[in-house]
């Protein structure tokens, strides 16, 4: 049956029909129960080779999610990716009990080629998608978030409810596997059969572990210590949730694929045996199907158990082998994304990839646009701009930042209000005192005081956010 747009989606109701008009409303309830200061849209992948379709649709929703909660919510939104690098590298079985040892990612590579694989895989992805979106986004690896002794000080707090949190978070034996990798070869027992809680006190706790080379060991964990914390799925989420929940100023929001919808359940059983605040909100992301119903699995093709389902292009499985450049895959996504989001009915369902497929392929073409970073800003920055009296517009340098250049394009936003600017020069600072004294507080604000100014941008960036660098740019308006 043709119809005029191919590329319509036709989708039935569903429960959240006629509960919600807009797909962002999902994140609605807690804005205005909290009114928080920022938002970060929280999207984690693991770091084990090429993504596929499925990894590049949840991150895309991550940075359109955010631009869509600038917009509806006028509250500074961005990214936070979580790369995963304690996926398992490499598996063995010890001689004699047959148990399964595993080796982290980065313990077999080290932090270094951690770091290159995020440059491989997902830096040029990631920048191109901020400078569509105009969301700003910060990546953290696990390997730093299970060293901040705010998440280990967590993991602690959760050892004195044990014996309730075994069960949602390993439901069918409530043996919940804790890895602690042998200090010496850093391989650990997958299914952490004979690692032993031994201590527990108030300020850390002591396991016992066997290394199948080195034998007994114990590790000790307190907030400070070093020692590596590998927590399985579920329990990773708890405790990384947790520490979301504390946070008052910044609502952190999980962005996930629509697979854990299911794990989730159990993690909030486990929240329900905490005290403390609820789990942060969550929104789940569309799943790509095979003809079977299945979530599509690059593994299983991988490994010759399934075949290649219909309409799966080798950029599904592999989105390296895109035909064309990153910011065309990029201007699909976001194309694609954008169209499930359009409807809450669009969004929070399934797809098979023969209606990927089919969707990508009648997509409509359009002569590639300006692209224009989005900023937002609150009405009074924003009409200092617009009639050309704010020459100099004040961020902190955020990765998808570094690249600004002169001759770039801003499009600045406030509400349904827009102003496209050009960027005529930029420059580096190591404070906003050194920045604004340079600069001139009149180019930056010429209705306000220089020490005023200094006050409202520190409100808004904390040193952490400071220290990354202070970028003046100085920008002209473009037409239209
Ligand atoms: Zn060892």
Known sequence: MPTENAFDLISPNTVLANAMLRTVDMVR???EATHPDRVALCVGAQINGAPHLGTALVQTAAFLLAKAVKRTFNVDAIVRFGA???????????PETHHAYQQTYFHALGAA????????????????????????????TYTAQQADPIFRHEFLATLGHFNSIRWP????????????PCPQCGWAEKRAERTRLAVVGSGGAEFSAVCTDHGDYKVAITPDSTAYLDLATLYRNLVKERVAARDHITLCVMIKGGDWAFGCQLIDEAFAHLPGSPAPPRVFTPMVLTDTGAKLSKSLIREGKVAPPPGAKPWMLD??????TIDSLVDAMVWLVGRMMSDPKHFYRSYTTQELDRLMTTRPRSAPTIRAREM???????DLVAEGRKTIEVRVRYPNLRTLAPGDHIRFVCGRDECLTRVTRVAVYNSFEQMIDTEGPANVNPDSPRDQQLASIRRIYGPEKEALGVLAIEIERAGS
Do not use: C
């Open 29 to 31: 309830p807690r804005i």
């Open 84 to 94: 995963l690098d304690n996926a398992p590298y490499d598996i063995r079985l010890d």
């Open 113 to 140: 080629k951690i770091g290159e694989l995020i440059e491989t895989y997902y830096r040029a992805f990631f920048d191109s998608l901020a400078d569509a979106t105009g969301v700003d986004y910060e990546t953290e």
């Open 169 to 180: 978070l390993a439901p069918s034996h409530g043996q919940v596997h804790l890895r602690f």
């Open 319 to 324: 989105t390296t082998m895109w035909e064309g």
């Open 376 to 382: 937002n800003l609150y009405r009074r920055y924003f």
